[in-house]
């Protein structure tokens, strides 16, 4: 299965996951299934076949303007040691033909050096799986910039990943961390039998090395996505309960909560056209639709990078292959990080489509948790 | 009416206000003023009143509020218990009348 041309190190750690009998998984990914949802071109077209009385870029088009470049992200890949019944990555295991190469790491840290942007925010997949991902972090820090790890928890404990969580405390990344749910069932029934008990060791792990308590330079936030067709709760409002119960039953903390809405792509998108809940989920984010999340959305101050170095306005884009639409006389093939420059990204229109309803729900949802 | 109840009555509820709008806005602010973070949170209520709704075996109530007791992140563990809840006090309430029912037996009885 795996390309000839694969670098070594990258061949290796595939080589272990595909060994991993550890890490709990609930699905396999679209592509491995060979679904034909796993093509982008078939979830725009399935989402625009939805009967809606609803325009997205009519509603929001003239308020969703860029403003300053605020977050650099990074996707590295698709690998990841876990694959989730709500990804909108496609990602697992079996991903490692949409993998970062060496050439596009260094073109992004390039561009990284160059860019104004205060934080970098690393993705994937499991951008630790990465064989570059400390090279990254590291190159991020010493250009004097806050970096955040989007790391799905259980990752941390794979042997080949001992000594990460300490690593990563002694350079002030900042981990924030997927966590479905503070209990197990709801978390267990997104991830996969066992994976809250993985979880909640991966966060002893952290709390370990100084995590979770307080300390602005070992921040850990917990992501929260809904387990099901319905929207995220209020953020404030659960925040407590959650803070409370992880205590409690199990003697962890953590820094803050964020809460985001599921988007209707990719493994979640399949996972409603499966159940039946496509219409009346799409219909419940367009019926919640909230013009006051718009201004906080992470489209307009962040900078997606796809794992080939092609540019996007968010994470979701990304996946959708809806690139970055940059002004007539930007540089021709100045979609690509390479050829990055912020002044032309900041003349941009941003890229939408029906999915772009699912940050705009309820409290509203980004990278950054709800928006309004 | 070849039914008496229909889901659509549930996105319907507002359209109550038609013909008594001033009581209609008087119901619904207090309805949403109640549901709000408060001394309880928003999901507390949520799941008391999932439990009223089973008591009052409204199916209204119960669609409604099974769907907010997840938004609001309750789990199907948790909100069994609140069904739970319902369940005792409905069954407590019973049987803690068979104490009228003794005193009956125990005055008519030999």
């Known amino acids: 299965m795996r390309p000839a041309t694969l670098p070594i190190r990258l061949e290796e750690i595939a080589g272990d996951l595909a060994q991993d009998r550890a890490t709990p998984r609930a699905t396999q990914s679209l592509q491995r299934r060979a679904a034909p949802l796993a093509a982008p071109a078939a979830q725009l077209r399935l989402l625009k076949a939805v009967p809606l009385d609803a325009d997205f870029d009519a509603l929001a088009g003239a308020t969703l303007k860029p403003a300053a470049l605020e977050i650099f992200q990074v996707n590295l890949g698709k690998l990841c040691n876990m694959t989730c019944r709500h990804c909108h990555v496609d990602a697992g295991p079996d991903r490692t033909d949409a993998m970062m190469d060496d050439a596009t790491v260094e073109e992004v840290l390039a561009a990284i050096r160059r860019s104004g942007a205060r934080t970098v925010d690393v993705t994937g997949g499991a951008p630790e799986l990465h064989p570059r991902f400390r090279d990254l972090v590291q190159a991020a820090i010493d250009a004097g910039k806050h970096v955040m790890d989007r790391c799905n928890l259980t990752v941390l404990l794979l042997p080949r990943n001992a000594g990460l969580v300490d690593w990563l405390a002694e350079r002030n990344v900042e981990i924030v961390a997927s966590l479905p749910h503070y209990r197990r069932p709801n978390t267990d029934a997104q991830r996969g039998d066992g994976a809250f008990e993985r979880s909640v060791r991966a966060l002893r792990v952290l709390n370990a090395a100084g995590y979770g308590k307080g300390d602005p330079h070992r921040r850990l936030t917990l992501v929260s996505n809904p387990a099901g067709a319905f929207l995220g709760a209020t953020q404030a409002s659960v925040e407590r309960e959650w803070r409370e119960g992880l205590m409690r039953d199990f003697g962890v903390s953590f820094d803050r909560l964020f809460v985001l809405n599921n988007m209707p792509i990719a493994r979640f998108l399949d996972w409603l056209q499966q159940s039946g809940n496509l219409e009346s989920y799409l219909q419940r984010l367009v019926n919640a639709y909230n013009p006051a999340a718009l201004d906080g959305l992470m489209c307009r101050n962040t900078l997606s990078v796809g794992w080939d170095g092609r540019l996007y306005d968010c994470d979701f884009n990304q996946m959708l292959d809806l690139e970055i639409d940059l002004p007539p006389n930007g540089r021709a093939g100045g979609a690509h990080v390479r050829d990055f420059d912020e002044a032309a990204w900041q003349r941009r229109r941003i890229v939408t489509a029906r999915h772009c309803f699912g940050c705009t729900a309820g409290a509203g949802s980004s990278c950054g948790g709800q928006t309004a | ?110």
């Open chain 2, 1 to 110: 009416m070849d039914t008496y109840y229909k889901s659509q009555h549930l996105a319907d509820f507002p359209k109550i206000s038609e013909s008594s709008p001033e009581l209609g806005k008087k119901f619904f602010d207090y309805y949403g003023a109640v549901f709000a973070d408060g001394a309880l949170t928003a999901r507390e209520k949520s799941l008391i009143a999932l439990a009223v709704a089973h008591a009052v075996q409204c199916p209204y109530c119960i669609d409604a509020y099974t769907q907010d007791c997840q938004q609001k992140g309750a789990d199907l563990e948790q909100m069994t218990e609140a069904v739970h809840v319902s369940v005792a006090i409905r069954g407590g309430s019973s049987l803690v009348h068979g104490l009228q029912m003794r005193e009956h037996a125990k005055k008519l009885g030999m």
